[in-house]
């Protein structure tokens, strides 16, 4: 499955998979745009690169943090329309798109709602057992999205096996 971390300026992204029961990275890296290009050309980047690697990682689903939004409205928009040409790619491939609040992940991942960046990766690391944990921050982020889809998914398919 393909973790994304959406942004404008970068976007996490990571492949993750379940070997032996733990999760581990298979691929991770950040897409990142130039920042003196326009808006639409920057959107476009991301759709291309995204889809990039769809293509060449072939996820069955993508898993992405949904935008929080803040007091910055503009900051918000950007990352709107970012999130939007991401997922775009997910239907373009034929792949579902699943979106997570960021307190969703966080919580997922460490337990705690509030947790930092760092405390995000140690548990990714330490607590999970997660191999392959990059050290750029939104490819991690993106590995941490992916880790809460792989739980999220598991607890549905739980609770629908349950209901039959």
């Not at 943090?65 to 709107?80: C, D, F, H, I, K």
């Not at 960021?102 to 057992?129: C, F, I, Y």
Request: proline fraction near 5%.
């Amino acid at each position: 499955m393909l973790g994304v971390d959406p942004g404008t300026a970068s976007v996490g992204l990571a492949v993750v998979g379940r070997g032996g029961g733990r999760p581990s990275v298979r691929w991770a890296g950040t897409l990142r745009t130039p920042a003196g290009l326009r808006p639409e050309a920057r959107l476009r980047l991301l759709h291309e690169g995204v889809g990039e690697a769809i293509r060449l990682h072939r996820p069955t689903v993508m898993a992405l943090e949904r935008l929080l939004w803040g007091r910055n409205t503009q900051s918000a928009m950007a990352v709107a329309r970012a999130s939007g040409v991401i997922m775009l790619a997910a239907s373009e491939a034929g792949i579902p798109a699943e979106e997570y609040a960021p307190l969703e992940v966080k919580m997922a991942v460490t337990g705690v709602g509030n947790a930092s960046k760092s405390d995000v990766r140690r548990s990714l690391d330490r607590v999970l057992g997660v191999s392959g944990v990059p050290t750029d921050p939104d490819a991690a982020d993106a590995v941490a999205v992916a880790v809460c889809h792989l739980q999220q998914s598991r607890l549905r398919d739980l609770v629908q096996g349950a209901v039959r």
